[in-house]
């Protein structure tokens, strides 16, 4: 298998934790690249590899951007998928892999990320993304699980279903059948607000991480943005009775859930359809 990857530094870790983020599948609200963002700015991180983007992405689909200046063609640039490593707040080392999605060879990518993690002596994966869901924005998002234990699932939502996957849980399965632990964070985003930044989710996923993989990984101003999201929210459906009610029918909804770490179906769809349309319409 030929390499997909530049080797940049082959630093010294001690079990580090694989984060990753990667773009193009579901990211409602924005919530993992919210994380990745918070990640990248506060971090001290390092490249330890990058991956080869004309063999891993379709460039008709992901075209360049040309930088003009008075008509002179001066650059063309593109976002990295690259691995990276820095320390957290308490000194884990952590490795981040962040960028795009490939659009080619998914397995082999797969395979040489968790070759590069176990050589790196990687200790676990947590991937990072966020769904919609008919839930109401005044009550923390929840996290499910796609996990390759139930020890690791434990305290989650969890569910069984059989659904489209992103290259994050090819990764995870990999690394499972390599004996390496793996689990997706996964946070419910409102459907009425997941067409917009949602920091709660991105706050909810990096405090997941935090807590399942045993780091101290920065929050940023994420708990601020999360406060400030909600009151800009609770603003515009004060204004309409009707959404008012049927905001309080998704937080019943979202209380009973809470009492279960078991994902089930939800009648919640049409009322989460009609405050997406109202505040759609209030340019939010």
């Given at each position: 298998m030929s390499?997909?990857?530049?080797?940049?530094?082959?630093?010294?870790?001690?079990?580090?934790?694989?984060?990753?983020?990667?773009?193009?599948?579901?990211?409602?609200?924005?919530?993992?690249?919210?994380?990745?963002d918070v990640l990248l700015a506060e971090l001290d991180h390092h490249?330890?590899?990058?991956?080869?983007?004309?063999?891993?992405?379709?460039?008709r689909a992901r075209r360049p951007t040309m930088r003009l200046v008075d008509g002179i063609n001066t650059?063309?640039?593109?976002?990295?998928?690259?691995?990276?490593?820095?320390?957290?707040?308490?000194?884990n080392d952590v490795l981040l892999l962040l960028g795009n999605e490939p659009d080619h060879a998914w397995l082999a990518f797969s395979?040489?990320?968790?070759?590069?993690?176990?050589?790196?002596?990687a200790r676990m994966v947590v991937g990072l993304g966020a769904?919609?869901?008919?839930?109401?924005?005044?009550?923390?998002?929840?996290?499910?699980?796609?996990?390759?234990?139930?020890?690791?699932?434990?305290?989650?939502?969890?569910?069984?279903?059989?659904?489209?996957?992103?290259?994050?849980?090819?990764?995870?399965?990999?690394?499972?059948?390599r004996g390496l632990p793996a689990i997706g964070l996964w946070a419910?985003?409102?459907?009425?607000?997941?067409?917009?930044?949602?920091?709660?989710?991105?706050?909810?996923?990096?405090?997941?991480?935090?807590r399942v993989a045993g780091l101290d990984l920065p929050l940023g101003d994420l708990p601020a943005q999360a406060e400030a999201s909600r009151g800009r929210i609770d603003e515009l459906i004060a204004q309409n009775p009707e959404h008012t009610a049927m905001l309080h029918q998704l937080e019943e909804q979202a209380d009973h859930q809470a009492t279960s770490t078991q994902l089930s179906a939800t009648s919640g769809d049409e009322l989460a359809a009609e405050l997406e349309r109202f505040l759609r319409e209030q340019g939010t």
């Open positions: 390499s997909l990857y530049s080797m940049i530094e082959q630093p010294d870790l001690e079990s580090p934790v694989l984060v990753m983020v990667l773009k193009g599948w579901i990211d409602a609200g924005l919530g993992a690249d919210g994380a990745a490249t330890v590899a990058r991956f080869d983007a004309d063999a891993l992405l379709d460039w650059q063309l640039s593109w976002e990295e998928t690259e691995l990276s490593w820095a320390k957290d707040a308490s000194g395979e040489q990320v968790i070759d590069l993690s176990l050589e790196l002596d769904f919609p869901t008919p839930a109401p924005h005044t009550r923390p998002p929840l996290l499910a699980a796609s996990a390759s234990t139930e020890h690791l699932a434990q305290g989650l939502l969890q569910n069984s279903v059989d659904v489209p996957s992103g290259v994050q849980g090819m990764i995870e399965r990999r690394a499972a059948l419910q985003v409102p459907h009425y607000v997941s067409a917009m930044p949602y920091p709660p989710a991105s706050l909810a996923l990096l405090q997941g991480a935090n």
